[in-house]
Antibody, heavy 113, light 110 residues
Framework: QVQLVESGGGVVQPGGSLRLSCATS????????FHWVRQAPGKGLQWVTF????????YYADSVKGRFTISKDNSKNTIYLQMSSLRVEDTALYYC??????WGQGTLVTVSS | QSALAQPPSASGTPGQRVTISCSGS????????VSWYFQPPGTAPKLLIY???QRPSGVPDRISGSKSGTSASLGISGLRSEDEGDYYC???????????FGGGTKLTVL
């Protein structure tokens, strides 16, 4: 069955960096686009970034543009989110999503001094 | 980027039908298909409706979706206590090239 498993979250100081991973299985990875979506504590869902199935197009929310980078490794069936210049307001549970259908369980990022 | 507009809360008694609305614009709902997600407390979102009115396998037919112009709605009939949680609509937006979400509707089964 389809599985998406996020990892790499943790506690980081403002200005720091973190790389999230989303390991996938159960489907043909190269056929699908992916999103990262985050949810701050007690808040709603906020889209972060998108990558097309072939990696040719990438889009970012204004709030993370220039600081976050999405990538995919077809050999590992894995999506990555490189986050730098992290801010307190980036604190959230980060989900990866396969298209608009399947979601992982999320990985928690806490930015705090 | 602004979210799609949803009512913050909705409620109903067991067995009733409730409807949750989602209002957007020509660059998102007016152009692209709408998805709906259900998020029970403490869990990840789960797809309820895709392509405006299609149910993934496993979603019961008491769940329905519709779209007209720049608005969409989710219908839940035969309300059950396990339907309590947060509901989100989503659609791609050509303007900012972003996946827009509604602010979420918290459904309470009285």
């Amino acid at each position: 069955q389809v599985q998406l498993v996020e990892s790499g979250g943790g506690v980081v100081q403002p200005g720091g960096s973190l790389r999230l991973s989303c390991a996938t299985s159960g489907f043909n990875f190269t056929n699908y686009a992916f999103h990262w979506v985050r949810q701050a504590p007690g808040k709603g869902l906020q889209w972060v970034t998108f990558i097309r199935h072939d990696g040719t197009d990438k889009y970012y929310a204004d709030s993370v543009k220039g600081r976050f980078t999405i990538s995919k490794d077809n050999s590992k069936n894995t999506i990555y989110l490189q986050m730098s210049s992290l801010r307190v307001e980036d604190t959230a549970l980060y989900y990866c999503a396969k298209g608009d259908s399947d979601w992982g369980q999320g990985t928690l990022v806490t930015v705090s001094s | 980027q602004s979210a799609l507009a949803q009512p913050p809360s909705a409620s109903g008694t067991p067995g009733q039908r409730v409807t949750i609305s989602c209002s957007g614009s020509t660059s998102n709902i007016g152009t692209h298909p709408v998805s709906w997600y259900f998020q029970p407390p403490g869990t990840a979102p789960k797809l309820l409706i895709y392509n405006n009115n299609q149910r993934p396998s496993g979603v019961p037919d008491r769940i329905s979706g519709s779209k007209s112009g720049t608005s969409a709605s989710l219908g839940i009939s035969g309300l059950r206590s396990e339907d309590e949680g947060d509901y989100y609509c989503a659609a791609w937006d050509n303007g900012p090239n972003a996946w827009m979400f509604g602010g979420g509707t918290k459904l309470t089964v009285l």
